[in-house]
């Protein structure tokens, strides 16, 4: 799909052989509110840092959202900077400064094991924690699934009595993200259902019911999970139903752009190589899916020599690392590609930058533009 106008304007004034990220806020700010539309009342929307952690895309999230989830000391450095009203800490392996930077910082903690709640209880006596819970049952289908199966994020149902008995900290709720990237919002609807009346049945008397995130991106197709399905779903009086979720929100507002530096055929297959590449934008060549890209011409051509193209044919975008691993995208039908024009991929502003190996190679990093 053709980025908006606004988009193509800024990508076309990239000096070359361009090399970008930009970043829509006001993109940003719509898929907010229409997520609100779609959420139960009452229930609080927090965005997942780790999704795109740029500056200006928290700023822009943690005036929008009710609040930022981080995973790390420094996403809680970043939250803390852009403002956020509310910080929820979650991740495996917190260490004490963590900790206590979070408990200082006022964030609700989800505590990952029992281990945890003693180090918890230790550092801040009388603290109040979230239980992060790994399920019984697998709830959801998606990419990762995170419950009902093997890892190292919360406990067992089965630990719950040992969790609830560790002096010095009050459990307030749970935490139950399952899943990244579900696509059925009737299945998360569901799962949303069972997560409120599991809680209740724990016989806590919850206040808090964190479902995660886990809403979905169909990068090969221009549509979007609807989730509407969640609207309908009976919030209990006194419990904080929250979602935090990170793709969802970021991968729209985000487009990684690079310039043509070639166009070569070899043992009959055509290659477009770009200026970037998988260093920049990890996503395909982890989840191992070719991601569309768009085809923004530059007719400008001021050398001498032949500018190298391919019509009508089907390419490889490949990046400028020395690994025949670096492949954003195999085999899509292009009408014209050259040198010197722009590929532009779409939905790309979660998972894109911020889980990419920087470094390898020392290529110069790319440029960002927020608009
Ligand atoms: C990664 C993560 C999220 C966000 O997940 P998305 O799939 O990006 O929505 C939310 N909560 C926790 C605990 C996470 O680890």
């Not at 959801?140 to 040992?162: C, K, R």
């Not at 599991?198 to 991106?217: C, D, E, K, L």
């Not at 991968?251 to 310039?259: E, I, K, L, Q, T």
């Not at 991601?291 to 193209?309: A, C, E, G, I, Q």
């Amino acid at each position: 799909m053709r980025p908006p106008e606004h988009v193509v304007r800024a990508l076309l004034d990239l000096p070359g052989p361009a090399c970008a990220y930009v970043y829509d806020t006001a993109t940003l700010r719509a898929r907010v509110a229409a997520v609100r539309q779609s959420l139960p009342v009452p229930a609080s929307l927090l965005y997942a840092v780790k999704a795109n952690g740029h500056p200006a895309v928290l700023d822009t999230l943690a005036r929008e959202c009710d609040g930022l989830e981080v995973a790390s000391g420094g996403e809680l450095a970043l939250a803390l900077r852009a403002g956020a009203r509310r910080i929820v800490f979650g991740g495996p392996a917190k260490t004490d400064a963590e900790l206590t930077a979070a408990l200082d910082a006022g964030a609700q903690i989800n505590a990952e094991s029992v281990h945890e709640l003693h180090r918890i209880a230790a550092l801040r006596p009388g603290a109040e924690v979230v239980l992060r819970v790994n399920r019984a049952g697998a709830a959801l289908t998606g990419s990762h699934s995170m419950t009902g199966t093997p890892t190292p994020f919360g406990v067992d149902e089965t630990q719950l009595p040992a969790a609830l008995a560790v002096p010095g900290v009050r459990i307030i709720g749970f935490h139950l993200h399952a899943v990244s990237n579900n696509l059925d919002g009737h299945a998360h609807a569901a799962f949303v259902r069972d997560a409120l009346s599991w809680s209740q049945a724990t016989g806590i008397h919850p206040r808090v019911v964190n479902v995660g995130g886990g809403f979905g991106v169909d990068y090969l197709s221009d549509t979007a999970m609807d989730l509407d399905p969640l609207r309908s779903i009976t919030v209990p009086r006194g419990i904080d139903l929250i979602f935090e979720p990170g793709r969802y929100l970021a991968a729209d507002a985000g487009w990684y752009a690079a310039s043509v530096i070639d166009v070569k055929t070899t043992h009959g297959r055509t290659f477009a190589v770009l200026r970037g590449g998988t260093h920049h934008f990890r996503l395909p060549a982890a989840w191992g899916y070719d991601h569309p890209f768009t085809v923004l011409p530059v007719d400008d051509w001021p050398h001498p020599y032949p500018r190298p193209s391919a019509t009508d044919t089907d390419i490889d975008a490949v990046g400028e690392l020395c690994t025949p691993r670096d492949v954003l995208c195999r085999g899509r039908h292009v009408t014209q590609i050259r040198a010197g024009d722009l590929l532009v991929f779409g939905r790309t502003g979660a998972y894109g930058w911020d889980i990419s190996h920087h470094d390898f190679l020392r290529h110069d990093p790319p440029v960002f533009r927020i608009l």
